[in-house]
């Protein structure tokens, strides 16, 4: 008998994989680093570059915090609301300075993908 290769588990763990490495960890040493293309974007939505570094720290903690283990739940329930709160205020940072659409559509993409990682936390 075949096994379902798109099963809730594995969904689960492809989304929750996808925010915690690309988006948290990796997003996040870019953003402490200041590559040109974060100082472009802190540059057209007239953010300070600061701001990006902390951004950076708290997605990295995200990423981490995702990752724990089931029993941590309060924390990585503070993690996922943490990171909808950056997808939202992304979307409309891009949308309030009238920004391409793939700039504002982009954080709205991720922040589905981070919905179906949180639905399917407890479903299995």
Do not use: C
């Amino acid at each position: 008998m075949k096994k379902k290769i798109f099963n809730k588990k594995t969904v689960y763990y492809a989304s929750t994989f996808f925010i915690a490495l690309l988006v948290g960890v990796y997003g996040g040493l870019i953003d402490i680093y200041q590559t040109p293309a974060v100082i472009e974007i802190a540059n057209n939505l007239q953010y300070p570059l600061y701001f990006f570094t902390l951004l950076g720290i708290f997605k990295i903690l995200g990423g981490v915090i995702l990752l724990l283990p089931r029993n941590f739940t309060k924390i990585r329930d503070i993690a996922y609301t943490g990171f909808a709160f950056d997808f939202i205020f992304a979307a409309y940072s891009h949308w309030a300075i009238s920004d391409s659409f793939n700039k504002i559509i982009l954080p709205i993409v991720i922040l589905m993908i981070l919905s179906i990682s949180y639905y399917l936390k407890d479903k299995f």
